[in-house]
């Protein structure tokens, strides 16, 4: 199983951005995608998953209202769009899969089996 994350850049505050997560080796829809963001000196936090099959959301009380995660089956790929981006916001973003994920983990990284590599994201007050 491997992920490509991408679309990451620099961006003003409250611009949008769409960041994309290509897997391969694997069937999308049998995986839980998840995204994670790590800053400078920080741990590496959730944002959001998209579980498998049903495709039921799961986000960070810092981004809901305003980050959307989705999945195209036909495209293998789970998309992060964002909006109303802030300051805060600023890390390197990561996309994960779990071949099996309980509700109560979505938010343990350790829970994840593959990683993709990160796409910096930046926003400029």
């Known amino acids: 199983v491997q992920l490509q994350a991408s679309g990451g850049g620099l961006v003003q505050t409250g611009d949008s951005l769409r960041l994309s997560c290509a897997t391969s080796?694997?069937?999308?829809?049998?995986?839980?995608v998840g995204w994670f963001r790590q800053a400078p000196g920080e741990e590496r936090e959730f944002v959001a998953v998209?579980?498998?099959?049903?495709?039921?959301?799961y986000y960070a009380d810092s981004v809901k209202g305003r980050f959307t995660i989705s999945r195209d089956n036909a495209k293998n790929t789970v998309y992060l769009q964002m909006s109303s981006l802030k300051p805060e916001d600023t890390s390197v973003y990561y996309c994960?899969?779990?071949?099996?994920?309980?509700?109560?983990?979505?938010?343990?990284?350790?829970?994840?089996?593959?990683w993709g590599q990160g796409t910096q994201v930046t926003v400029s007050s």
């Open positions: 994960a899969a779990a071949t099996g994920l309980i509700v109560s983990a979505v938010m343990d990284r350790n829970q994840y089996n593959y």
């Open positions: 080796g694997v069937a999308v829809r049998t995986v839980s």
């Open positions: 998209i579980r498998r099959h049903g495709g039921s959301a």
